[in-house]
């Protein structure tokens, strides 16, 4: 099977989120991912007796599709616990594409949940075994920000890319999070707010940074074939492609050139488009320098060129290239890997069911997760039938 | 720059391949050596790439061959970020591209945190006055010795 096979052989056919913000104590990670996937399968038209793959991460729980299979009573023929921080849920959306196709599974539930804001302060987390030795904890980096922050120096070094292009960046999030009655951060932010917030990491503020909350969500995909019996419009992935070259953040090789460049070049010739082909962009917002590095390297704009890019409300309500139109992890929601949200938004923005943001026509869509620090990139492409 | 260069040497692990680890262990021969007061790398002997952290195979090649080697310590500032705790004095985390050809994290001292911009030469020392293993630190070298070293 090439990867052109792949194309549209696969749909996602319900998707949902939990509860979002701030669950409270006596709530846990996979009662979230299992509210979401009830959610994603009743609007599929499914149930869990109808899922046989079951592709699932969670932080720090190395066996969750054990954990998340027994909890929802699921006993799947096909388990992918692909665990690449962030980005793992776009990742098992095109394994699950691949095991659809391969006849390894017939419906897949792919689904994540996270208690990170009710969690912290309150020592729920354990400590798990040794790693390799670190070579950067030494100097008291405070990841995952000082990872995020040295990219962000080194790419206004290169291009002259200012603290103000990156507040541009928070600012669009916010605009659009205006929009999203689930956002969780909705008041006015203007960019001399940004630049006047607390410096952590330079030349990161504190409003250069994703939210902290709980949250999660769930993506159901099948065969193009039977997802067509389903009672929602199928959303066909087109495209998909990965790559990571490092973990560490002193082992990246270029820090103003991520694995994107590779991930979006796979998933681009998988799906015989181009970015000029593309109505809107979900990408992986942790810091807002992610959002200029990904839109460089996804091909929206030349190297250097992200942080005119974002500017002057481009990326905003009303702008030339909705970007994160939920609000991102920046202002909508973010429980610690973000990664499965750019794929809800996308499905309902092509479904046309996203309410107030809702863009007009939207029949192309990019969904693109980050894992680790700048590390695993993934890629998928998203497209109604007329895309198809 | 892109992904490393994946490509083979003849001396790869298909011709030197090692089925046991064998020798000192990378981390621990790594702060023996430091203890004593040099700044290890590892160099592989396949395709000659300088390798940092230790590993007991070559990323570049895959050749299982690696040799100790010591640093001259100089090497220039890649990038840095100031991080402003709270409670204590500011200082800089930052990415040291060494001249033989690796990166690691590391931080400056001697300099205010602010003062430490993208490009400065600086120079490789040994701190052993943690509580924890000792550790590289940098300095601003003079320019001389930056010049002479590149
Ligand atoms: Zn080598």
């Known amino acids: 099977m090439s990867s052109r096979d792949l194309r549209g052989a696969a749909a996602i056919v319900g998707v949902a989120e939990s509860d979002l913000g701030e669950v409270g104590q006596d709530r846990y990670a996979v009662e979230l991912a299992a509210q979401a996937a009830g959610a994603a399968l009743a609007e599929a038209g499914l149930t869990t007796r109808d899922v046989d793959g079951l592709f699932c991460a969670i932080a720090g729980r190395g066996m969750a599709p054990l954990d998340v299979g027994e909890y929802l009573g699921v006993r799947p023929r096909y388990t992918d616990g692909t665990m690449v921080g962030g980005s793992s849920f776009v990742s098992h959306l095109h394994h699950a594409a691949l095991a659809i196709a391969a006849g390894a599974c017939d419906v897949a539930l792919i689904v994540y949940g996270s208690t990170a804001r009710s969690d912290s302060g309150r020592g729920r987390l354990a400590m798990g075994p040794p790693e390799l030795p670190s070579y950067e904890a030494a100097y008291r980096p405070r990841p995952p920000i000082t990872g995020y922050a040295l990219a962000a120096a080194r790419h206004m070094h290169q291009y002259g890319t200012t603290r103000a292009h990156l507040a541009e960046v928070a600012v669009a999030a916010r605009q659009w999070a205006r929009l999203n009655p689930k956002a969780f951060a909705r008041d006015p932010l203007t960019v001399e707010d940004v630049l006047a917030a607390r410096v952590v990491s330079s030349p990161l503020s504190t409003l250069d940074c994703c939210l902290v909350t709980d949250g999660g969500g769930a993506v159901v995909v099948t065969s193009a074939a039977r997802a067509a019996d389903l009672p929602r419009p199928p959303v066909y992935l087109l495209g998909a492609g990965e790559a990571h070259w490092h973990r560490a953040i002193s082992q990246m090789p270029d820090l103003t050139v991520t694995a994107a460049t590779e991930s979006s070049a796979r998933a681009y010739a998988m799906a015989g488009l181009g970015p000029e082909d593309v109505d809107m962009v979900q990408l992986y917002d942790a810091f807002t320098i992610n959002t200029i590095l990904f839109l460089e390297d996804l091909g929206f704009c030349k190297k250097g060129e992200g942080g005119d890019f974002v500017s002057g409300g481009r990326i905003a309500p009303g702008g030339v290239l909705p970007v994160n139109t939920n609000g991102g992890g920046l202002s909508y929601c973010h429980p610690g890997m973000y990664g499965i949200f750019p794929l809800i938004e996308a499905t309902r923005q092509i479904r046309g069911e996203a309410g107030e943001r809702q863009q007009p026509g939207v029949s192309v869509a990019v969904a693109h997760g980050n894992g680790g620090q700048l590390s695993s990139q993934v890629t998928a492409i998203l497209g109604g039938r007329d895309a198809l | ?150």
């Open chain 2, 1 to 150: 720059m892109t992904a490393p260069d994946r490509e083979a040497t003849a001396t790869g692990p298909a011709s030197h391949h090692e089925t046991a680890l064998t020798g000192s262990a990378p981390h621990r021969e790594y702060l023996d050596r430091l203890a004593a007061g040099s700044v290890p790398f590892q160099t592989c002997d396949g395709c000659l790439t300088a390798v940092f952290p230790p590993r007991v195979i070559c990323p570049a090649c895959g050749a299982t061959e690696l040799r100790w080697s010591e640093s001259s310590g100089l090497g220039a500032v890649y990038s840095t970020s100031v991080i402003t705790p709270r409670d204590t004095d500011p200082y800089p985390v930052v990415l040291v591209d060494l001249d033989e050809g690796f990166r690691m994290m590391s931080t400056v001292v001697e300099t205010p945190a602010a003062d430490v911009p993208i490009g400065m030469r600086v120079r490789a020392h040994v701190d052993r006055e943690g509580s924890s293993d000792p550790r590289v630190v940098f300095t601003a070298a003079e320019a001389a010795e930056g010049e002479e070293a590149s």
